[in-house]
């Protein structure tokens, strides 16, 4: 369960978003980002032949698809120590340097809050 302790709700939600869609989709990764306007794009990790993308390049992508100038917030759920350096600059491509990437646990539980442009 997702510790929303010192958590924005707003934050939360992306969390919480990004755990059901690596759970859904049983993948290694699930992700969501919130743009400009509140909107949420979530998507999980593509692992095709001709197309790989961790969960939160594809949720940007999304994002980019769908008309959204800027980001908010970023979050994966991942088993992963920290969020790789290709998705902050993905993020950073939308949002800029400071757009916070949340990396959480398979429990949405937070492990870190890091800026993009870190």
């Known amino acids: 369960m997702t510790d929303s302790t010192g958590i924005d709700p707003e934050d939360t939600k992306i969390i919480t978003l990004a755990r059901s869609a690596r759970a859904r989709n049983g993948v290694p990764e699930g992700a969501a980002v ?47 120590d920290a969020p790789s350096d290709a998705d902050r600059a993905a993020v ?15 429990d949405g539980t937070l492990k870190s809050s890091t800026p993009a442009g870190a």
Do not use: F, H
């Open 34 to 80: 919130r743009d400009e306007t509140g909107r949420t794009y979530v998507a999980g990790t593509v692992a095709l032949d001709s197309l790989k993308l961790s969960a939160l390049q594809t949720a940007v992508a999304m994002a980019v698809a769908s008309g959204a100038q800027s980001l908010e917030a970023a979050a994966v759920v991942s088993a992963a």
């Open 92 to 106: 950073r491509d939308l949002g800029g340097p400071q757009t916070p990437v949340l990396l959480a646990g398979p």
